[in-house]
């Protein structure tokens, strides 16, 4: 059974750096491309991150381009979010979520998500 | 950039259909996928390619995609249908999601 476990949400001011990791089982994060999602209070999903199943593609959107990297570790099966200069707009819940193969398909499978307050 | 415009706050009585939109340039031409996030909790796929139904989730809901509009239909919803729903696209290397619909069940 897939189970996806965020976890390094923090409160952190502006212009600091924070790392969010996402513990994987039941699967092999070899095998699927990973997303990172993050949803602002009251508000939408926002793409911001995903590394390919093979790990040798990484893409994010503008918002974020420059200052967030998505990293992996196969062998904790666990992949990360690095997040440096942080802004207030960054404030939001992050979930990881797998692909449903190597990339450009749904996310179906979700953590519940970490908080990370910037102020 | 690529966007993604759905439908305002969707209002239905219980047992009744609701209709849920997902607007873009050629949608009709991509893969789109729905999510569904009830209050509090992670978004749960509830149809993807268009119209495929992952395992768990009722007959009671249908897609279509066509043009430029993508669709999820709801019939005889219930209270547990009560939820946040946002379609998904890729666009090249990107992904975009839609700015998300409430619906409520009377």
């Known amino acids: 059974q897939v189970h996806l476990v965020e976890s390094g949400g923090d409160v952190v001011q502006p212009g600091r750096s924070l790392t969010l990791s996402c513990a994987a089982s039941g699967f092999d994060v070899t095998d699927y491309a990973m997303h990172w999602v993050r949803q602002a209070p009251g508000k939408g999903l926002e793409w911001v991150a995903l590394?390919?199943?093979?790990?040798?593609?990484?893409y994010y959107p503008d918002s974020v381009k420059g200052r967030f990297t998505i990293s992996r570790d196969t062998s904790k099966n666990a992949v990360y979010l690095h997040m440096n200069s942080l802004r207030v707009d960054d404030t939001a819940i992050y979930y990881c979520a797998k692909d449903e193969t190597g990339a450009y398909n749904f996310l179906d499978d979700w953590g519940k998500g970490t908080l990370v307050s910037v102020s | 950039s690529y966007e993604l415009t759905q439908s305002p706050p969707v209002s239905v009585a219980l047992g009744q259909t609701a209709t849920i939109t997902c607007g873009g340039v050629n949608i009709g031409d991509k893969n789109v996928h729905w999510y569904q996030q009830r209050p509090g909790q992670a978004p749960v796929v509830v149809m993807y390619r268009d119209y495929k139904r992952p395992s768990g989730i009722p007959e009671r809901f249908s897609g279509s995609n066509s043009g430029n509009t993508a669709t999820l239909t709801i019939s005889a919803a219930q209270v547990g249908d009560e939820a946040d729903y946002y379609c998904?696209?890729?666009?090249?290397?990107?992904?975009?999601f839609g700015g998300g619909t409430k619906l409520t069940v009377l």
């Open positions: 590394i390919w199943s093979d790990g040798t593609r990484k």
């Open positions: 998904q696209v890729w666009d090249r290397t990107t992904v975009f």
